[in-house]
């Protein structure tokens, strides 16, 4: 260690007397360093006293303003939809290595303050074996082809499926790789609860397509149903009664919103998602109307007349 630019080997006598702590208390700091901070300390028994190994080890400090502690402190709550995942345990042990960087006091003060000040709600997900969740993205890191058993919504038995994947999605807790189906030789978009089985194909190697972009096959705003490649306008006439909502609610960048004098709000975007849209319209009940396009108008109509024929 050094001091004033000379190297001394400080006792935990010195040390407990420079820092006014206990000797105890100094033991503790020294086991902390080794501990947390890979710190290469070591005992030097000529010199009865303690010095670093390397000479280029340092402590790495961390300071947050008021706002910034106020999100890490969010970040913990926000790990709860991730729950069921091997992410959750990986963001945990980030979140742990950045509250033990800060005061034990502050950390204690603001988390229990933030338990009974702040409810995240998180979306329904379904389980995922996490063999599952690694090999996927083994796949998609190693651009290796996976193997699986995969049982989509319309089928009762799950078939093999061989997949290149390219991009993973997660959309209100749910998961989905993007991928080339082999049995198919087009895009699909699988779902991870609905697969079984996955096993990474070593020896079998591809490259993402160049002109590959997750953007094409999925909505930020709306949803990840492979329906359309081509975008397509949407407009929808909300009732006044869920007026503010539609003012409120963002379904794209290119929104267009219009309210009418009876406070009606017309709202009008582009995006890829029928199946998302007619499933959104369709919960909502009679407070929203499908004005364009008109085949999705038609599908609305079709819907609810089979729905009138089991209630």
């Known amino acids: 260690m ?3 630019g000379k190297i001394f080997f400080p006792t935990v006598r010195s040390l407990s007397k420079e820092f006014e702590v206990s000797k105890r208390t100094i033991e503790r700091d020294i086991e902390f360093l080794r501990d947390m901070y890979d710190a290469p300390i070591s005992y030097d028994h000529s010199k009865k006293g303690y010095y670093y190994t390397q000479d ?22 926000l790990l709860r939809q991730y729950r069921k995942t091997p992410i959750e345990e990986k963001l945990k042990k980030v979140f742990k290595k950045l509250t033990d960087l800060l005061p034990k006091d502050v950390v204690i003060f603001d988390s229990l303050w933030l338990d009974a000040a702040v409810t995240f709600i998180a979306e329904p997900s379904p389980d995922i074996d996490p063999e599952i969740f690694s090999n996927v993205f083994e796949g ?22 061989i997949a290149e994947p390219y991009h993973i999605v ?10 080339l189906c082999r049995l198919r030789n087009e895009p699909r978009i699988f779902s991870f609860s609905r697969m079984q089985k996955v096993k990474v194909l070593e ?50 960048d290119d929104q267009k919103i219009t309210i009418h004098r009876d406070k009606s709000v017309e709202v009008s975007f582009s995006t890829t998602q029928t199946e998302e849209i007619k499933r959104f319209v ?3 009940g009679s407070t929203v109307k499908v004005l364009e396009p008109p085949e999705l108008v038609e599908e609305v109509r079709e819907e609810i007349k089979k729905m009138q024929k089991i209630y």
Do not use: M
């Open 56 to 77: 280029t080890f340092f402590l790495k400090s961390l300071f947050l303003s008021a706002d910034e502690f106020f999100s890490v402190a969010v970040f913990e709550k």
């Open 2 to 4: 050094k001091k004033y």
């Open 170 to 179: 997660c959309q209100r807790g749910a998961w989905y790789v993007i991928g």
């Open 282 to 284: 369709l919960g909502q």
């Open 140 to 161: 998609v890191k190693t651009h290796h082809a996976i193997k699986f058993f995969y049982r989509s919504l319309e089928q009762d038995d799950a078939a093999e499926r």
């Open 203 to 252: 020896k079998q190697t591809f490259e993402v397509p160049k002109d590959f972009k997750a953007e094409d096959y999925i909505d930020k705003n709306v949803g990840v149903w492979l329906t359309k490649r081509e975008p397509f306008t949407v407009k929808l006439l909300f009732s006044p009664k869920v007026g503010v909502f539609a003012e409120e609610h963002r379904w794209s």
